[in-house]
């Protein structure tokens, strides 16, 4: 199978490596349009890539989504975004472009996270007047906060609620925790490959859930999964769920 790569930065290059060292994979092209140069195969943007390939896997900035939608449905190419911090209108966009071409979105790639999000399910269900915090850590060069995948999991958790909560990012100040709240908190720092903890308390008793990432290539190896997939299927709107179910 061909794969292009976009974006070489920390999972890009990783994926690149895991691609050159696999058998049955090929990586025909990587785009990025501030790296020319330091790989023979990085070319600045989509149109200039000597070949077409089976399958894109973006791990490089939100904001390329603008440019990759019209490349994908003209070519027809299965597409994993992996990048994070995209508004609800950049979503809806990539919801429409699904239409015409197979798309999988996965804010985390990672197995454990993908079970843990089928896990919330369960627990929220049983445990709908307990309190609901959400705590993840990352590196200092993460630039979107809250992670992608603590969003995913928020929004797991209000959609399997009765009804929703409001979420309250970090606490300041006085005022008393309402009952119809999620708080969320965000720690930066140093190389935290990533950690996400879902915390209900209850009177007397908590229940923490947590995954923590301890290397990327989880989620390399989870987008190469899902990418292999992807190849195969008809045009849709794809998640992790289809993949690891
Ligand atoms: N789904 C998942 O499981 C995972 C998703 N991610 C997401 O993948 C993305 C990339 O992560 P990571 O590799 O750590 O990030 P990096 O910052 O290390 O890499 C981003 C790459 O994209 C390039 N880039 C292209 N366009 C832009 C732009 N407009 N602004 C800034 N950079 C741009 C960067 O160029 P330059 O090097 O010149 O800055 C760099 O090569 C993030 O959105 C992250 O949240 C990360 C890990 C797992
Ligand atoms: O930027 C990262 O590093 C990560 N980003 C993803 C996110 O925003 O959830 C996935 C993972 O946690 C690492």
Same mark, same amino acid.
């Given at each position: 199978?061909?794969?292009?790569?976009?974006? @070489?930065?920390?999972?890009? /290059?990783?994926?690149?490596?895991?691609?050159?060292?696999?058998?049955?994979?090929?990586?025909?092209?990587? %785009?990025?349009?501030?790296?020319?140069?330091?790989?023979?195969?990085?070319?600045? *943007?989509?149109?200039?890539?000597?070949?077409?390939?089976?399958?894109? %896997? #973006?791990?490089?900035?939100?904001?390329?989504?603008?440019?990759?939608?019209? @490349?994908? *449905?003209? +070519?027809? %190419?299965?597409?994993?975004? &992996?990048?994070?911090? !995209?508004?609800?209108? =950049?979503?809806?966009?990539?919801?429409?472009?699904?239409?015409?071409?197979?798309?999988?979105?996965?804010?985390?790639?990672?197995?454990?996270?993908?079970?843990?999000?089928?896990?919330?399910?369960?627990?929220?269900?049983?445990?709908?007047? @307990?309190?609901?915090?959400?705590?993840? /850590? +990352? +590196?200092?060069?993460?630039?979107?906060?809250?992670?992608?995948?603590?969003?995913?999991?928020?929004?797991?958790?209000?959609?399997?609620?009765?009804?929703?909560?409001?979420?309250?990012?970090?606490?300041?100040?006085? &005022?008393?925790?309402? /009952?119809? =709240?999620?708080?969320?908190?965000?720690?930066?720092?140093?190389?935290?490959?990533?950690?996400?903890?879902?915390?209900?308390?209850?009177?007397?008793?908590?229940?923490?859930? /947590?995954?923590?990432? !301890?290397?990327?290539?989880?989620?390399?190896?989870? &987008?190469?999964?899902?990418?292999? @997939?992807?190849?195969?299927?008809?045009?849709?709107?794809?998640?992790?769920? #289809?993949?690891?179910?």
């Amino acid at each position: 199978m061909n794969i292009a790569v976009y974006g @070489w930065g920390q999972m890009g /290059k990783l994926l690149c490596d895991t691609i050159d060292k696999s058998k049955n994979l090929n990586l025909t092209g990587i %785009i990025d349009a501030f790296s020319s140069g330091k790989d023979h195969r990085i070319v600045e *943007t989509l149109e200039n890539l000597s070949v077409v390939p089976d399958v894109l %896997i #973006d791990f490089s900035h939100y904001s390329n989504s603008e440019k990759i939608l019209p @490349w994908i *449905t003209a +070519h027809n %190419i299965p597409t994993l975004i &992996a990048t994070t911090g !995209h508004s609800g209108e =950049e979503l809806e966009k990539i919801k429409k472009a699904s239409q015409v071409v197979p798309i999988l979105k996965a804010t985390n790639t990672s197995l454990g996270i993908n079970l843990i999000t089928e896990l919330l399910e369960t627990l929220v269900s049983s445990l709908e007047d @307990w309190d609901i915090e959400l705590i993840e /850590k +990352h +590196h200092n060069k993460k630039i979107d906060a809250p992670s992608g995948t603590a969003q995913s999991l928020l929004t797991k958790i209000n959609n399997t609620l009765s009804s929703k909560r409001e979420l309250i990012y970090g606490r300041e100040g006085i &005022a008393p925790r309402k /009952k119809e =709240e999620i708080g969320v908190h965000v720690v930066r720092g140093g190389s935290i490959v990533g950690e996400h903890s879902v915390i209900f308390a209850g009177e007397d008793e908590v229940i923490e859930i /947590k995954h923590e990432a !301890h290397s990327k290539m989880i989620f390399v190896n989870g &987008a190469l999964k899902g990418a292999t @997939w992807l190849y195969n299927q008809n045009p849709g709107f794809y998640t992790m769920k #289809d993949i690891f179910n």
